[in-house]
Nanobody, 125 residues
Framework: QVQLVESGGGLVQAGGSLRLSCAASGRTFTNYIMGWFRQAPGKEREFVAAISRSGDSTYYPGPVKGRFTISRDNAKNTVYLQMNSLKPEDTAVYYC??????????????????WGQGTQVTVSS
């Protein structure tokens, strides 16, 4: 089992920044690709970013590319999501997730093995 605990969410004005953290415990952190997802009220869970086991590869979809940066510190068993130039449409609960599979299908939620409880991010206009 892997336990994931997110932190760093909150209320921020449009154009501001937040950094989310996700601390992992349990099995070996470097065994897992790590991802961030988000879910706004009434919407499906949406892929935000993923990072490879070593941290040397990252992947972002169009809406956040250039604004969000995923990183990981394998010595601290922690993955981060730096969010800049935030927009009201970024408002959602943000989840981190871990997967033991290959570097494919990164945006597919059911390919992730473990999930955190989520942290709320609210961007005011």
């Amino acid at each position: 089992q892997v336990q994931l605990v997110e932190s760093g969410g909150g209320l921020v004005q449009a154009g501001g920044s937040l950094r989310l953290s996700c601390a992992a415990s349990g099995r070996t952190f470097t065994n897992y690709i790590m991802g961030w997802f988000r879910q706004a009220p009434g919407k499906e869970r949406e892929f935000v970013a993923a990072i490879s086991r070593s941290g040397d590869s990252t992947y972002y979809p169009g809406p956040v590319k250039g604004r969000f940066t995923i990183s990981r510190d394998n010595a601290k068993n922690t993955v981060y999501l730096q969010m800049n130039s935030l927009k009201p449409e970024d408002t959602a609960v943000y989840y981190c997730a871990a997967r033991s599979g290959p570097w494919v299908g990164l945006s597919v939620t059911n390919r992730y093995d473990y999930w955190g409880q989520g942290t709320q991010v609210t961007v005011s206009s």
